[in-house]
């Protein structure tokens, strides 16, 4: 049966690939060559565009596509209050081309909430669509597991435990303000949970002398605070996957290390779950889903151009029956089709392609 609330029977992760007209208009900012002012309007112009695409191939939630974004974190984190982006050295890599080493560190306690221009950026999209404007947002998490105690000076958080509960504060704050502006489906996006199924990026967590095995519990006492604070007809998200940069990825290993704590102690409503290949491992970890929770299959790759078969995906989604009620299943790409502004290595037609056939699909397995 269809859904009336979100996560939608058919649904997406958010980002979209950038226009030509974007990109270029982009590039020109930062020659200097034309104003903040004539970015934006061209944004607004570009934003429409793909809100009346996303809505004519079927979809019921609306992103703006992370089209005024470079990053799908840095842009967020960069402008909370006492946080601060910079180019840095990158400290964990892609398996293939990099993206430009930006970094984060806290200059200041958080824990305030002076406001952030995406409040603005969801408020435009709600403003141009009739269908569930949905946003999307960096997890807690992404200010930390990347540099672990590097980007947090001991001059201002001596414990690591105050700068934990503080990022909470500061995240409960922001999402209070995405709900205050109307805001009722909003996603987080969590590539920790499931880098710390990777042994090797363990390894790296426990080197700088962090435990991976801690970790989760500290991540979902964060996420918890986050959405600690929202109206009840919210819809909270959470997006899983393992890196996307050009179609290249950053870690491998299946749900199973993380599952429990995942799908029982985190709070939200749903997940977004990285299933397009192998490297995500089987459905088993989702015999841990409760049944008030719903799972949304990434099994339509946004990494190449190639459309699946459909067949294969139905099958693939009777077999993650077998762990979690089909009712409580849906279908999306595995990630954004463009994480970065560089996007993934496929093209715009392709993208549109892959996201009507999932509208498809989903209306002949669970109805109209």
Not at 191 to 207: A, G, S
Not at 224 to 232: K, L, Q, T, V
Request: proline share 6%; aromatic share 10%; charged share 25%.
């Amino acid at each position: 049966m269809m859904r009336s609330k979100p996560p939608f029977r058919a649904d997406h992760v958010g980002s979209l690939l950038r226009s030509a007209p974007l990109k270029a208009a982009r590039a020109k900012r930062e020659q200097g060559d034309i104003t903040a002012e004539e970015l934006k309007a061209l944004e607004d112009r570009e934003i429409e565009a793909i809100i009346k695409k996303q809505e004519a191939v079927g979809l019921r939630s609306i992103t703006d596509g992370e089209y005024r974004r470079a990053f799908w974190n840095y842009d967020f984190l960069g402008a909370l209050d006492g946080v601060e982006a910079y180019l840095g050295e990158r400290k964990i890599s892609f398996q293939g081309p990099q993206p430009r080493p930006m970094m984060l560190r806290v200059t200041g306690k958080l824990g305030s909430f002076s406001g952030h221009p995406m409040i603005e950026h969801f408020k435009f999209v709600r403003s141009h669509t009739k269908a569930t404007p949905k946003m999307t947002i960096p997890s807690p998490s992404s200010l930390h597991f990347r540099y672990g105690r590097a980007a947090v000076p001991e001059a201002i958080y001596p414990a690591m435990d105050d700068f934990y509960n503080d990022l909470g504060v500061t995240y409960r704050k922001a999402v209070r303000a995405f709900a205050d502006a109307g805001c009722r489906y909003l996603q987080l996006d969590e590539v920790n949970f499931t880098y710390l199924c990777d042994p090797e990026l363990r390894k790296h967590v426990t080197q700088r002398g962090d435990d991976p095995a801690q970790l989760p519990a500290i991540y979902a006492r964060m996420i918890n605070a986050a959405i600690s604070d929202i109206p009840p007809d919210m819809t909270i998200t959470m997006h899983l996957c393992r890196g996307n940069f050009q179609s290249t990825f950053v870690a491998s290993g299946g749900y199973e290390p993380v599952a429990e704590i995942l799908f029982n102690t985190i709070k939200v409503n749903g997940y977004f779950m990285e299933y397009d290949t192998e490297r995500a491992g089987g459905f088993e970890p989702l015999r841990f889903v409760p049944k008030d929770k719903t799972v949304v299959l990434g099994l339509v790759t946004s990494k190449s151009g190639t459309l699946e078969s459909q067949d294969t995906i139905k099958r693939r989604i009777d077999e993650a029956a077998k762990y979690v009620d089909i009712d409580q299943l849906c279908l999306s790409p595995q990630c954004g089709f463009a994480s970065t502004e560089e996007g993934n290595v496929l093209a715009e037609d392709e993208q549109w392609a892959k996201l009507r056939m999932i509208v498809e699909l989903s209306e002949e397995i669970w109805g109209r």
